[in-house]
Nanobody, 125 residues
Framework: DVQLVESVGGLAPAGGSLTLFCATS????????MAWFRQAPGKERERVACIVWGGGTPNYLDSVKGRFTMSEDNDKNMALLQMDNLKPEDTGMYYCAAGYGLMCLPRPASDFTEWGQGTQITVSS
């Protein structure tokens, strides 16, 4: 079975940095697109970053470009999201997700069939 487990989130001031980790089991990064989503209260879930199966340049939400960096550690079977210059609007529940054979094109979140439990990120102003 595929399992995704996010690291504990946290609180950061505006302008600060946080790193999220997603420990994976039961999948190969060569077969799955990996993504980070977030959802703020009262808003729809949005995809923050995505790496296509087999690696490549990550695809980012416009509002996080230049501030967030997604990467994969194949040795540790882990996906990472480095978040710099955080803004209050980055506050939300963050989820790690995986989709077998997917490309990082615009697509519904439901196309990603494997999800972590989510972790809260709060950015204070």
């Amino acid at each position: 079975d595929v399992q995704l487990v996010e690291s504990v989130g946290g609180l950061a001031p505006a302008g600060g940095s946080l790193t999220l980790f997603c420990a994976t089991s039961g999948l190969s990064f060569d077969d799955y697109a990996m993504a980070w989503f977030r959802q703020a209260p009262g808003k729809e879930r949005e995809r923050v970053a995505c790496i296509v199966w087999g690696g490549g340049t990550p695809n980012y939400l416009d509002s996080v470009k230049g501030r967030f960096t997604m990467s994969e550690d194949n040795d540790k079977n882990m996906a990472l999201l480095q978040m710099d210059n955080l803004k209050p609007e980055d506050t939300g529940m963050y989820y790690c997700a995986a989709g077998y054979g997917l490309m990082c094109l615009p697509r519904p979140a439901s196309d990603f069939t494997e999800w972590g439990q989510g972790t809260q990120i709060t950015v204070s102003s």
